[in-house]
């Protein structure tokens, strides 16, 4: 499903307006793409907006406290990538409804604490592998061979803003255990998931089943070509009911 008319988007479900728009990252990734995925979308809607670069050291907490900072200010509206999408959901189901206005979950990668199979921890595992024994630059370089450019220009960007604390960084994501369905399932807030129909570390059907399991959801779906011709469709897709 590509962007011409296929989202099944809809109202907010009644939640407040958000406060701030507090946009986390994927894993090994950083602000500078999330702000390209949801400053546009946010900035269209009028929406107060921050984008947290994560601490290599530290990423699940930093990605907590920014988004335990921002509640100050009113409710949040928790738009995450990949990793940041399970975190924004994980702290949602622990805070007071009233906190929240709404998560957007884009490109999550895996459903429940088992991830012996999951794509994207094995990749960023073996990356940090890489890196412990090669160092930075011939790892980005096989990176850059083997990706579409605009992927290799982020990740060649963001990886050398958090080296030498990125192997540390992605065996974190490596660790992380995925929300559990029963998570999903009693998920008070409105959650908006937007799935890449063809991204093989990011399977579209893990998007489909959180979708599916979330009682307020709702569900787009995007090609990798359209998300790196514009990465703004992401907050597109995902705010557009905020009108």
Not at 49 to 58: H, L, R, S
Request: aromatic fraction near 6%; charged fraction near 20%.
């Amino acid at each position: 499903m590509g962007t011409g008319g296929t989202a099944t988007l809809g109202p907010m479900f009644d939640s407040p307006r958000p406060a701030v728009v507090v946009a986390l990252p994927g894993t090994g990734s950083d602000a500078h793409f999330a702000r390209r995925a949801f400053g546009p979308a946010s900035a269209a809607a009028g929406l107060d907006f921050v984008a947290v670069d994560p601490d290599p050291d530290a990423v699940i907490e930093s990605y907590r406290t920014a988004l335990d900072d921002a509640a100050v200010r009113g409710p949040v509206l928790a738009a995450g990538i990949s990793l940041g999408a399970a975190v924004a959901v994980e702290w949602a189901a622990g805070r007071d409804p009233a906190d929240i206005s709404g998560i957007v979950a884009a490109l999550p990668a895996w459903t429940g604490p088992d991830t012996a199979d999951c794509p994207a921890t094995l990749s960023a595992a073996a990356t940090a592998a890489q890196l412990r024994a090669e160092g930075l630059e011939p790892v980005l370089a096989r990176m850059r061979a083997s990706s579409p450019t605009w992927l290799a220009d982020a990740l060649t960007r963001s990886w050398r803003s958090q080296w030498p604390g990125l192997p540390g960084a992605l065996e974190e994501a490596a660790q992380y255990k995925w929300p559990e369905p029963a998570l999903l399932d009693a998920l008070a807030v409105p959650l908006a998931v937007v799935a890449a129909a063809d991204d093989p570390v990011h399977p579209a059907i893990v998007g489909r089943e959180w979708a599916r399991r979330a009682p307020r959801s709702a569900l787009a779906e995007v090609t990798l070509a359209e998300l790196g011709a514009d990465p703004a469709v992401l907050g597109r897709l995902a705010l557009r009911h905020l009108g």
